[in-house]
C-alpha cells in the first residue's frame, strides 16, 4: 500500500464548526450538486444542480466549478479550477467544506514501493502543478488593470 493511513481524500461537510458528513473521494471523478445523478448530493440552497467536479489521481485532488450560479471558493478566494491541499476550505454559496488528503494522517507519508507507481506519483503531481501554475498566470494576466501591465505581462510570457 502506498499511502499511510486510508490513503484515501475526504470531503468533509462543515455544520456548527463540526464535520458533519465525511465523502471519501476515490480515483477518478467525482461530480457535487443538488441533482440526483451526481456521485455528492447536497440539497442545499445556492448549490447548483452540478455545481462542482473533484478529480482524484493517487492523492492529488483538483477541482474545477462547473458554471455555478454562486460560484466555488477556496480559502476565501473565487477558484473556477485549483489543486486542493490538506486543510482548503470551500465554500459554494453558504455551504463549507473541508478537504482532507487523509483524514487518518494528515502528513499522508507515501512510500517507494516500487518504482512505477513513484513515477505516476510524480507524473500527476507534475499535471497538477503545472495546471496550476498556468491558471495563476492567468489570474494575474486578467486581474493586471494598471496602464501597461498587461502588455508587459503578456510580453514576458511569450504571449
Known sequence: MLGVGTGMPHLCLIQNNQVARSFALGDGETL????????????FSGI??????LLTRRG??????????????????PAR???????????????E????????????IVTDESAGAASVD???TAHFT???????????LTHSRQ?????????????
Not at 457535487?32 to 440539497?43: A, E, S, T
Not at 503545472?130 to 494575474?140: D, F, I, N
Open 32 to 43: 457535487l450538486g443538488r441533482d440526483r445523478h451526481c456521485d455528492i448530493q447536497l440539497g
Open 81 to 95: 479550477q485549483c489543486v486542493l491541499q490538506n486543510g482548503d476550505r470551500l465554500m459554494l454559496g453558504e455551504v
Open 147 to 159: 496602464g501597461g501591465m498587461r502588455e508587459r505581462l503578456k510580453n514576458w510570457l511569450g504571449l
Open 60 to 77: 492529488d485532488t483538483l477541482v474545477q466549478d462547473l458554471g455555478s450560479r454562486v460560484g466555488t471558493h477556496v480559502n476565501g478566494e
Open 122 to 124: 510524480a507524473a500527476t
Open 97 to 108: 467544506l473541508r478537504f482532507e488528503a487523509d483524514p487518518a494522517n494528515d502528513a499522508a
Open 48 to 53: 447548483s444542480r452540478r455545481h462542482l467536479r
Open 130 to 140: 503545472a495546471k496550476a501554475e498556468q491558471l495563476r498566470l492567468e489570474k494575474a
